[in-house]
């Protein structure tokens, strides 16, 4: 680009003095209109013709270039949106599942343990122990979800948030504190069939959309293999552009 | 039974611990794929419960691994994956030596009755 301005500045500047030239050597009088072609006449005006539109010609040429340049990188940046948004999502349904599947895991353990709990005399105490660290692990993962809810909302259907949010909320009711403050677990069958059913829904909403490989792969624009490929794009789109110009002109002649 | 858990979800595997340990199984587990990679060529296991995405060497990088040292058909892997894995994908690693795959959320007696039939 910087090659090419040089090259139209040289030329421009070249025709200038030539048109310079040409006004001095010449006689202008009442013969020789304005744009008349005679030995003798100024023909400063057609030099000045053919600069204008040499210099509009190479500013089109310029300002396209720079427009085409710009909407390039204006839609690399949405396909990395895109991309990006992609993964989230998928990052956000992953997350998701993976809390379940905790939950289901502790409240399944919790519904093992109550029963023990009642009939092993001996071991209450340890017991004991075990089920209120898996409510605590409950506790923890219904905050876990609400977190990935608050954070990926933006790339969640408003269906599943209100169904997760309901799911949060069963699972919260389901803590029922007795006279002794022992929590109790209501129904785990309702919530696991509630879990169940938001993830066909998932599956049907947001079908595999990212494989895997690339789910940790990094997205910043400025990196600096993202920028490399921006620059080599760039440069080929520029190198196609200009052989279809060449083409164009070459074919016309 | 001897059971080996590769994932990176500390809650999973600590419950997993205690359910499989509590039923007689000795299960061991790790939270990435590379760590996963040396146990499995340094022991032997009867199941590997491999999570598919994990970040840096994630569970297709260790079945690619084990494919190139030949190791694969030797273990008998079981994806446990929250990731939404296409059927085709799935297939592909099966066809490759992965024995089956359980995608979560999975109930535990599902799980426990489906290790009880992959070691049949």
Known sequence: ?253 | MKILGIDDNTDINELLDTVLNGSGHEFIYVKNGTEGLKFIREKKFDIVLLDLAMPEFSGFDVINSLLKEGLLTKQKIILFTASSVLDSEIEELIKKGVHSCIRKPVDLDFLLEKLEQVQV
Not at chain 1, 13 to 19: E, I, K, R, V, W
Not at chain 1, 134 to 141: A, L, T
Not at chain 1, 214 to 226: I, M, V
Not at chain 1, 232 to 243: A, H, S
């Open chain 1, 1 to 253: 680009m910087i090659v090419l301005s040089i090259a139209m500045v040289f030329l421009v500047q070249s025709l200038y003095f030539a048109s310079q030239a040409l006004a001095t050597s010449s006689n202008a009088n009442n013969d020789c209109p304005i744009f008349s072609i005679k030995y003798g006449c100024d023909l400063s005006a057609w030099s000045h013709l053919i600069i204008d539109g040499l210099i509009a010609a190479f500013l089109g040429v310029f300002f396209h270039h720079l427009a085409h340049k710009q909407s390039l990188k204006l839609k690399i940046i949405v396909e990395e949106h895109d991309a990006m948004r992609k993964r989230r999502k998928e990052f956000a349904i992953q997350s998701l599942k993976n809390h379940f599947t905790t939950l289901l895991f502790s409240m399944s353990l919790v519904n093992r343990l109550e029963p023990m709990y009642a009939s092993d005399t001996k071991n209450r105490d340890n017991i004991k122990d075990q089920i209120n660290r898996n409510y605590e692990i409950i506790s923890r993962v219904v905050n876990d979800i609400k977190n990935v809810m608050f954070f990926l909302n933006d790339v969640l259907e408003p269906q599943i948030i209100t169904d997760v949010n309901q799911l949060c909320q069963t699972i919260n009711q389901g803590y029922v504190k007795d006279e002794n403050k022992q929590s109790k677990l209501t129904d785990y069958t309702e919530t696991k069939n509630k879990i169940n059913r938001l993830c066909r829904t998932f599956d049907e909403v947001h079908p595999a959309i990212v494989p895997i490989q690339g789910l940790f792969k990094r997205t910043s624009p400025d990196s600096p293999s993202n920028t490399r490929s921006l620059k080599k794009l760039i440069y080929q789109e520029i190198v196609l552009y200009y052989r279809h110009i060449f083409k164009r002109v070459y074919s016309s002649k």
